[in-house]
């Protein structure tokens, strides 16, 4: 190159190599990581800089090997060699896998297990209870201690509750503690004296899954008739009971609910009832009076 008159050779180029052992890595069940080399070495160069996939500068010297914890998946490493001829760049990686015997459960390599989760019903049947205008059913499904090494948690899309014509039923699912062994599911908008049939399934890391079917059958809808509190007319009454928030109309099971605890009251009159059937000859009329609540 000539300058200026005067002919000068151009800086040569840095070179860099860089290489990763293993690059096909393993690691071990329980753990999370394990150890790789990175090796670099480089040449016409005044700057070094060899880094992680996230960044983090992992040594600075010109030529270097360094021992560096590998996760799971791909784990990229970048050797940048600055000099007075220009910069270069190599990269190289290496790529982890869990041990044979387990398998990735987020970011850990989990052992697996050849026993099969065990899945029971707590207490022998599902609670039943209305609110506002709807049945529901309780139930909670414990596993054993195999839950631990095999699955991080019960799965909440493999919870089902279906009558006998598969017609599936509004389900929320929680869990009853933060160890996450068991659940609890909720079926809401139930038909009374009805056959269901709710499912759980639990897989595996291993590859199996666990069923269990609870069936059960709603009570029939209570009595709510004759009402508990019925005042003749002339006596004297003191305020009115207030319904729930939501319960407005008598169809709804709240508002029978309220009939039969003596939440509604009743004032008989001396009118009579014609032209009805024969059982419900002379029935008297009857008003009820209660306190709807308005939604804030």
Known sequence: MNINGV????????????????????????????????????????????????????????????????????ND??????????TTVQSAKATCTCAAGSVANGAVCAATDSTKPVLSVRGSTPAFSTT???LSATIIVDSNGVLGANVSRLPLGYMTVVDSSNAGRSITVNFTDASRKAVQLVASGLSYATAYTATFALPDLAGN?????????????????????????????FGANQLPEGCTSWLEPCWKEAVRNGIVKFV?????????????????????????????
């Not at 002919?7 to 690691?27: E, G, Q």
Request: aromatic content about 6%; proline content about 9%.
């Open 7 to 74: 002919c000068t050779t151009p800086s040569p180029a840095p070179v860099a190599t860089l290489s990763v052992t293993p690059s096909s890595c393993t690691i071990a069940a329980g753990d999370s990581k394990t150890k790789v080399n990175v090796s670099y070495a480089t040449s016409n160069a005044t700057t070094v800089k060899l880094v992680n996939g996230l960044g983090t500068t992992l040594s600075t010297a010109l030529s270097a090997g360094v021992n560096v914890d590998a996760f799971l998946g791909s």
């Open 132 to 134: 506002s205008n709807t």
């Open 268 to 296: 008989d009159t001396p009118a009579k009832m014609v032209g009805l059937p024969t059982a419900n000859k002379d029935r008297s009329v009857v008003f009820a009076y209660s306190e709807i609540q308005q939604p804030p």
């Open 77 to 86: 490493y970048q050797v940048t060699a600055t000099g007075s001829g220009g």
């Open 209 to 237: 899954t666990t069923q269990l079917a609870v069936p059960f059958t709603t009570p029939a809808e209570a009595v709510w008739w004759p009402p508990a509190t019925i005042t003749p007319m002339g006596v004297k009454v």
